[in-house]
């Protein structure tokens, strides 16, 4: 019975919805201090491609490969957050699109290492993997009546939703902390925070090394389920493509680049009916969102208006309540 | 917040749940066989939005028209099930999943690119389906896997067919060599230049490379008008190369130019004009060819479409009738069994030519070498 429900294409696109999480939620991160950064494909590219290499060339486990590919993009984050700490706005956007294309010509260009445009093919598999390791110790996945296929697919599906849940808890955590509140006096006014004895550079500098951190987890993630990765893949689309997770949804709480991405990589999906029609009902949409909600779909008011709603259902309308939405 | 979070769950819950209902629906074969008419579901994995989308409209164009003509025999019944790629791997991926799992399909052709096939080639195979590509040319495609076959002609046979006829006609020693470094299929079809360069102990003066979307080549040929080559070898598609024909034959270059598959369209005509003259190109496909089926085809879709189909029209179409053949011959929509009779196809008579996979899977062929002379690709003898 559960083994005819569970379908690797369902599990496949969910894998997708969360790996488009996480990268929300990497430029998420850096947004929250008030930095457009659209180096996180760069970043995402710099983790598949250190992960993948790794793997394949050193044979090591994927873990080991996933944690180094995330410490590699992170350590790229520190080297460009720091030199890019005097710019803001659309300046800082460019220098980061700048810095995700000189990441992908190095991909290119650098043939011996990467293959160049060709990519890397045979990467190791994680749910593969993760089905040979649990076989070496004697489990078959026909005893809990699963095909190996459906297994594969459900053990990455699973790994990565606990994965995801928990970026997702952390990140929720810091927010309401010490850190969390620098990032948001950031954000509001860098000056007001530096006299306030803020330690600026430090939490800039944190809040991108966190954003590479993630993307670049994300990247070794992506790696290791599609097994082939190309320098096409983390070109500037990718870029736009995440930040549009975040836009559509909303950069103010972190549900907004949530709901972005869960909505944005299922919405084509759920469309493939109309097939060639699917993609400009997605720009539509995109568009009149734009359009009627500019901060992105999830934002504070609507959040307090839910919460709200939720807590005084029956009581008479209270104080305040006027004044969200 | 706490409130917030609920109703995220609920609603996450919710959705899963329409999720898995809807995939419990998708659990029956459709397909199978009454009375040795052979029916089948095969899934189309295809370019059909974005940037690449001509390829993927000629790619159904030519299937569907393969598929009437089939249905209309009588033997086999097939229903074709497209899916959209975008051109991206992890569309193609689940895509090739949504087919393979929700639909059951026999059988999958497509997906167009080479990267998309080197995501979904290891996954058919691995679930054992089938799967033909029918424009994925690069290197390593059929080697996937028992499962993954091709019917497009890869670079490493045409180019060498090209290169081969143009040497001898004009007599080549020293060759300029001219690519996009930027883009997989002008990258592939580069190696296989170099590599049958050295084969053919040609001399390489020099090795420029170029970036997608540039449209000043100057530099690049200026250099290699100094070193004087007896011929140039341009890995590019289309868009490029005609505009580096063009800038070529204005600095007054004008040996002749071999190109790989991308290169191979008659836009190049269109683009670069008289400057085009001189491109020799190895082709499965020439709708010139006389021959009845060819002629046939090439009436019929031009009727339906109002131009004359591309090789990928002639190759979507061709890989369709491989594949009615192999299930003809193994009367079952088994998987397996249509894999084994795929395997053993050999000697087809399709509008390319005689075709037959080889034990790789992979293609066996001789392709039709053209050279464009006064704007317009006539074969190269």
Known sequence: MLAELINPYYLQVGCFILINIILGISVYITLSTGQLSLANAGFMGIGAYTSALLTIHFDLPIIIG??????VAALCGVLIGIPTLRLQGVYL?????????????IFVNWETLTNGSVGISGIPHIGREILKTLQGFGFQPMSIGLQNNQFIFLSIFILLLLITIFVIW??????????GRAFAAIKLDEKAAESMGINITYYKVLAFAQGALVAGFAGAMYAHILAY????DFAYHRAVEILIFVVFGGSEVIWGPIFGAFFLTLMPEVLR?????RYMIYGLIIIIMMAVRPQGLIDVPLLKALSKKGRKRGQKHGTGNHKSM | MRQVLKKFVGVAAVSSMLLLSACGNSGDQTSGSEGGKVEADIGVVSFLTGSGAAYGEAIQG???LAQEEINAKGDVKINLIFEDSAGKQDQALTAAQKLINSDNVTAIIGPTLSTEMNVVGPEADLSGVPIIGTSTTAEGIPQIGDYVFRNSIPEALAIPASMQKAVDKYDVKKVAILYGNDDVFTKSGYDTM???????????LTTETFQKGQSDYNAQLTKIKNLNPDLILASALYNEGAV???????????VPFVGGNGFNSPEVINIAGKSSNGLIVATPWYSEKEDEKVQEFVTKFEEEHGHVPDQFAAQAYDALYILADALKNAGSSDRDAVKDALAKTKDFEGILGNFSFDEEGDVLMDPTVLVIEEEKFVEFK
């Open chain 1, 66 to 71: 996933i944690i180094i590919g995330a410490l």
């Open chain 2, 194 to 204: 170099k590599k049958t360069a050295e084969e053919m102990g040609l001399e390489v």
């Open chain 1, 93 to 105: 956007a460019i220098v980061t699109l700048g810095f995700g294309e000189v990441i992908r010509v």
């Open chain 2, 244 to 254: 580096i024909m063009d800038q070529a034959r204005k600095m007054g270059i004008d």
């Open chain 2, 62 to 64: 030519g299937l569907k």
């Open chain 1, 273 to 277: 009916f109309i097939s060639e029609y």
């Open chain 1, 229 to 232: 990765i190309s320098p096409a």
């Open chain 1, 170 to 179: 952390f990140f929720r955590r810091q927010h309401q902390s010490r850190v």
